[in-house]
C-alpha cells in the first residue's frame, strides 16, 4: 500500500513542473480574459469596467459579422472536401498491394511542411507576376493569364482555403485508413454473400463501422477552423478589403493593430464558449447514440 502511494507521490512530482507551466501560460492567461472582456483597455493603461458594451458592440459590428460568416464557409469547406477526399483515397488504397505505402508517405508530404513555407510556396504560385498566370500568358490563353485568385475579392477566400485543404487531407487520408483497417473482414464477407455491391457496402457497412472516427474528426474540424490563422495571415492578411479576413485575424488586428484589448478579449471569450458548446453538443449526441444502441 505504502509502494503504490509512494509510485502515485513520484508521478505527481514528475507532472508538477509540467501542470505549473501549463497553469502560468495558459489558465492563468485564460481567465483574466473574462475580466478583461467586460472592460475597456488598450493593452497598457488601466482597465475602465464596461460590463456588456463590448458583446452588445460585437452584434452590430459589420466586421466581426463578415468574419464570422467567412469562418463559416471555411468550416463547411473543411468539414467535408478533406473528408471526401480523404475516405475516397483510403477506400482506393487499401485495394493497391506493394505500391500502397509509397502512395500514402507522398500524399502525407504536404502536412509535415509548415504553415509558413506552405503559404509562401502559394503565394509565389498564385502571383500574377511569378506564379502559373505567366504560364498561361506564355501559351497564350488569355482567359487565364490574369489569374490571380489572391486579389479578387470572390476568389481568395477559397484559393486560402485550397492551400490549407491541400495541407491537411493527407492527415484525413492516413485517419481514415487507420478507421477502416479496424473494420472487421467478416462484415465485408457477409455483405458479399448477400449480392451487395461498391457503394451498398459503402453506406451499410464502412461508413456505419467508422462513424466515430467521423464524429471525432467533425467536433476537431469545427473547433479547429474557428481557430485558423496560419495560412490566411501569410497569404492575405485578411485582405484584399476584408475579403478572407477570419475570426482569428479579426481578433488579432483588433488587439495589436487598432489596441483595443479588452474587445479583442471579448470577440476571443465568444470563440472560445461557441467552440466548447459546440463540443458539448456533438459530443452529448455521440453518447445518446451510444446508449440508444445498448
Not at 66 to 77: K, S
Not at 140 to 165: H, K
Request: one cysteine or more; hydrophobic letters at 50%.
Amino acid at each position: 500500500m505504502k509502494k503504490i502511494k509512494k509510485t502515485r507521490l513520484n508521478g505527481t512530482f514528475f507532472i508538477l513542473p509540467a501542470f505549473i507551466w501549463h497553469f502560468c501560460i495558459i489558465v492563468v492567461p485564460a481567465c483574466s480574459m473574462f475580466y478583461y472582456s467586460l472592460t475597456n483597455w488598450n493593452g497598457l493603461s488601466k482597465p475602465e469596467f464596461v460590463g456588456l458594451a463590448n458583446f452588445r458592440r460585437m452584434i452590430h459590428d459589420t466586421d466581426f459579422l463578415f468574419a464570422i460568416r467567412n469562418n463559416l464557409i471555411w468550416t463547411v469547406l473543411f468539414l467535408f472536401v478533406p473528408l471526401v477526399l480523404g475516405l475516397g483515397m483510403a477506400l482506393i488504397f487499401t485495394k493497391i498491394g506493394k505500391i500502397q505505402m509509397p502512395l500514402r508517405t507522398l500524399c502525407f508530404l504536404p502536412y509535415v511542411i509548415s504553415a509558413a513555407v506552405s503559404g509562401k510556396i502559394f503565394t509565389v504560385f498564385y502571383s500574377p507576376y511569378s506564379g502559373v498566370a505567366t504560364i498561361f500568358d506564355k501559351l497564350e490563353i488569355e482567359s487565364l493569364s490574369n489569374f490571380a485568385p489572391l486579389g479578387d475579392r470572390a476568389q481568395a477566400l477559397y484559393a486560402a482555403a485550397f492551400v490549407d485543404n491541400w495541407h491537411w487531407w493527407g492527415f484525413v487520408l492516413v485517419l481514415m485508413m487507420s478507421a477502416l483497417h479496424q473494420v472487421s473482414a467478416e462484415l465485408y464477407e457477409a455483405a458479399d454473400m448477400e449480392g451487395a455491391g461498391f457503394f451498398q457496402k459503402l453506406v451499410h457497412v464502412t461508413i456505419p463501422q467508422i462513424k466515430p472516427t467521423i464524429a471525432a474528426y467533425f467536433i476537431f474540424v469545427i473547433i479547429a477552423t474557428f481557430t485558423t490563422f496560419d495560412y490566411v495571415w501569410i497569404m492575405t492578411q485578411g485582405g484584399p478589403a476584408g475579403a478572407t479576413e477570419l475570426l482569428s485575424t479579426r481578433i488579432y488586428k483588433t488587439n495589436f493593430l487598432t489596441y483595443e484589448s479588452g474587445y479583442s478579449s471579448a470577440m476571443s471569450l465568444s470563440v472560445c464558449l461557441f467552440a466548447l458548446s459546440v463540443y458539448l453538443i456533438l459530443n452529448y449526441m455521440q453518447h445518446r447514440k451510444g446508449d440508444r444502441r445498448e
